[in-house]
């Protein structure tokens, strides 16, 4: 049985406000609806996507599926005149005999895979399924004059989100029979109000939010900004045979153990650093080293920049040298590895993958200089994924939690093993990370 995606983004998003319908406002490199779409594409669960769009807007997303990847999208619908007739479209347009549909607001960006696979579980037992989550508010019910005349137990209040997820013969039978019906408030409503069988719930995430005003935006910039991915741990790195791979910072750490790695997986693996002669803060190393491995290779596939340095200190106490040294090595030097390798990785479609930590979340006192420039490194990231993304070049960062390096041992000296990350596994996901479709993303590498 196919897993269908019904995707509603036809709505005019009179709340938004602003000339730009809100499924169309960037944020983090892409239009939310582009996010929305992300989200169901990569998903091992979802065979299907239909798209339900405002027809004046049916262009915009026409250059989408253009300049995207997405091999999911089987339909493009003009959609209704309110909600309910947009989700009667998408589900209308299923011919199968029996499906899951799985229908989602386009305005929520931020939905978990692990929900999908929730949902996807659920309906294998019952034939309606919603997302909640708790109400933390008291739920107060008015009446017309603006009194209160009931407040519920919260105990029992919970705040819907999307996807609503249906068996496709009971959300089908609901539309029918609502086709005179305006007195609509979502499609689990239907099943319910038409006593077509009991609604399910799959708990939700604080962080699926829906966009339904212009201060959203700012919550759901800041929310991109922190968000982190994972990677499959169980891919294979075959697909690093005869890859050529550069990276910067290669002769310790996390460096040492990628190109240990990934010449393991038969790729062809050059290495440079400041102690064989290349130091990143200086562009010119970085273009040299870059075109050496071209005139040898022809072509390059990955790029990466491992090479960072960690100093401790009161900033008005630290020699300003030394800053100066951190920010160029730390934050330039990704400048430097990004716009040297650019001309390369167009030709082939590949990918640089930079490095953060754990700490570019938040300041840290005496830790201002590296916990800032990590915090730079992710917002470089996500804004050359939108730059880097017209030449087909994906851009990534790592954000690896405390690891056992060189560089931290200098720091901190000797710490207990179990509470340290293995570089042997940030460099498994790095390299996973290669080999995957995923840009302008923090991947989060944990023990």
Same mark, same amino acid.
């Given at each position: ?36 779409? #992300?989200?169901f ?11 339900v ?38 589900? +209308? ?6 499906a ?20 996807a579980?659920?309906? @294998? ?11 933390? #508010? ?7 004059? /603006?009194?209160?005349?009931?407040? =519920? ?11 609503q ?28 109000k ?12 604080? @962080?699926?939010?829906?966009?339904t ?39 310790k ?10 010449t393991a ?19 010119? #190393? ?11 290779? /022809? ?19 630290? =020699?300003l040298?030394?800053? @100066? ?8 030097? +990704? ?22 930590? +754990? +700490? ?21 990231t ?11 070049? /994906?851009?990534?960062?790592?954000? =690896?939690?405390?690891?056992?390096? =060189? ?41």
């Open positions: 049985m196919k897993n269908y995606a019904v995707i509603l983004a036809s709505g005019s998003g009179t709340r938004f406000g602003g000339d730009t319908p809100k499924q169309f406002v960037k944020i983090a490199g892409k239009t939310v609806l582009e996010h929305t779409l #992300d989200i594409e990569q998903s091992n669960i979802i065979d299907e996507i239909v798209v769009i405002l027809a004046e807007y049916r262009h915009v997303l026409e250059n989408i599926l253009l300049k995207n990847s997405y091999k999911k999208i089987t339909k493009i619908l003009n959609g209704g005149a309110t909600r309910k007739e947009s989700s009667c479209i998408g589900v +209308s347009a299923i011919m199968d005999d029996e899951n549909v799985f229908i989602h607001d386009c305005a929520r960006p931020f939905l978990a895979q692990r929900i999908i696979q929730d949902c579980k659920a309906l @294998q037992t019952y034939s309606a399924v919603d997302v909640v989550i708790p109400a933390t #508010d008291t739920i107060v019910q008015i009446d017309d004059d /603006k009194n209160i005349v009931q407040i =519920p137990n919260r105990k029992y209040m919970c705040q819907g989100q999307t996807p997820c249906f068996k496709l013969s009971i959300i089908r039978k609901a539309h029918e029979m609502a086709h005179d019906d305006d007195n609509f408030t979502d499609d689990c409503g239907l099943v319910l038409y006593g077509l069988g009991p609604v399910h719930i799959v708990d939700g995430d604080v @962080q699926n939010i829906k966009i005003h212009g201060e959203d935006i700012f919550l759901a910039d800041k929310l991109f900004q922190l968000r982190t991915t994972n990677v499959n741990e169980n891919v294979s790195l075959n697909g690093l045979h005869n890859k050529v791979i550069v990276v910067f910072g290669g002769t750490g996390i460096g040492a153990s990628i190109v240990k790695h990934a997986n038969g790729a062809h693996v050059y290495s440079f650093a400041k102690s064989t002669g290349c130091d990143v803060a200086r562009y010119q #190393d970085v273009q040299n080293a870059l075109e050496s491995v071209f005139d040898v290779e /022809k072509q390059i596939d990955y790029v990466i920049n491992t090479a960072g340095i960690l100093k401790i200190g009161k900033l008005a106490d630290r =020699p040298d030394e800053i @100066q040294d951190e920010i160029n090595i730390n934050y330039f030097g +990704s400048i430097n590895v990004c716009r040297a390798a650019a001309q390369y990785l167009k030709q082939t479609s590949g990918m640089i993958l930079l490095f953060a930590s +754990s +700490s570019y979340t938040r300041g840290r006192a005496l830790y201002s200089t590296y916990s800032s420039t990590k915090a730079g490194i992710v917002n470089l996500q804004a050359l994924a939108e730059e880097l993304g017209a030449d087909n070049i /994906k851009i990534n960062v790592i954000s =690896p939690e405390r690891t056992a390096t =060189p560089m931290r041992f200098a720091a901190f000296g000797k710490e207990p093993a179990e509470t340290l990350l293995s570089p042997d596994k940030v460099a498994f996901t790095s390299l996973a990370t290669c080999l995957g479709t995923l840009t302008g993303q923090v991947i989060d590498v944990r023990r």
